[in-house]
């Protein structure tokens, strides 16, 4: 188990990113030349997100050659947080989190793995700078991390950026004296948000912009009604049309019964789907 003591801050797009991440540190603090490595984050809890209201989340993270590693994080005052972390052998998360290791251990003691549930997953970005302090004495004080998270959903993609410092051994500067100096050279503010809840409520924003974009698409439902083996066709300007209507789903598909036959009443079956274009059946 690993105490740490950490912020993270908002960076307002990749451009601001990459300029910090070359910038000089605060307070005089010398800094190794930057390192870049990729990993995908998935993040787990129950449905009713148990882990994230007792300020407890864990996660599979899949490094950029393979191996992988469960963490669970438990939330403390004054930004610490314990972190317990082993590197596992399973590809599945919740195998992961039903395995021995120690995160898993710990985390029975919160919630039954079985519950557990992927919830959000990321693709990450990073770029690392370790930091120390002195004229003399060269210990590592701090990393600082450059992230770029990309959340996926419906074919749309989102990415954010962060900063992420991290105290690697006591003394100073302190971490809160970084977190002013920070503010100060670059207008960065400590996040309070989870990441993982931040990338949540992109996906939501997602699903929405998603279902707008069906609308806006003018998705249509086709309704085939079948009676012992006939189909029934709708009569329109002297020809044989299938009755289709602008919407999705079953719902839409009730309502545009409801219109034709005067009762929304059936046994639903999705026969099948096409992209939008012009291609009403008729016979």
Known sequence: ????SQFRCDVPGPEALAALREAPLPLELRSSEPARVFHRDIYLDTSDRALLARGVSCRLRIRADDRRFVTLFIGGGAGTVERYESEVAEHDPRQAFAGDSEPARRLRG??????LRPRIELEVERWSRTASSGLFRRRPRFDFLYDASTVRHGGLSRTFEELQVRRLAPGLPRLEQVARALERAHGLRP???????RAAQLAETMVAESAARMFSAQ???VLLALNEGRIAFLEQEGRQNLPAAEGSGEEAARHLLQDVTGSGVGDFSLLGSSPPGDWLLQA
């Open 1 to 4: 188990m690993a105490a740490e």
């Open 110 to 115: 919160l919630v039954d793995p079985a519950v």
């Open 191 to 197: 996040l309070l948000l989870p990441r993982h809840e």
């Open 219 to 221: 998705a249509t439902v």
